[in-house]
């Protein structure tokens, strides 16, 4: 499995992104797809993330701001943030576990201008 995100990029307060992760292989193999992400000098944090079946977690930080969707049809799962802050400046990566072994992509650069 290889996951590829992108979607980041420079954002005014207040506005909205989309990123995408792309999964090559097979989706169904993986029990979980979470969205993380890392900020300099801060340790890696899980933002959001959602199963196999579509149940969700969010980090207290995302609720009510970020949405996580799970497209089996485009092997694709996605992290839609609205009303971001310049604290959600990061680069975030897309993880997949599978059994007990996990699956990173790169990470794509969001950017929030106060």
């Known amino acids: 499995v290889q996951l590829q995100a992108f979607g980041g990029g420079l954002v005014q307060a207040g506005g909205s992104l989309r990123l995408s992760c792309v999964v090559f292989?097979?989706?169904?193999?993986?029990?979980?797809v979470g969205w993380y992400r890392q900020a300099p000098g801060i340790q890696r944090e899980l933002v959001a993330a959602?199963?196999?079946?579509?149940?969700?977690n969010y980090a207290d930080s995302a609720k009510g701001r970020f949405t996580i969707l799970r497209d089996n049809a485009k092997n694709t799962v996605y992290l839609q943030m609205n009303s971001l802050k310049p604290e959600d400046t990061a680069v975030y990566y897309c993880?997949?576990?599978?059994?007990?072994?996990?699956?990173w992509g790169q990470g794509t650069q969001v950017t929030v201008s106060s």
């Open positions: 993880n997949a576990l599978i059994g007990s072994l996990k699956y």
């Open positions: 292989g097979n989706i169904f193999s993986i029990n979980i």
């Open positions: 959602i199963t196999s079946g579509g149940s969700t």
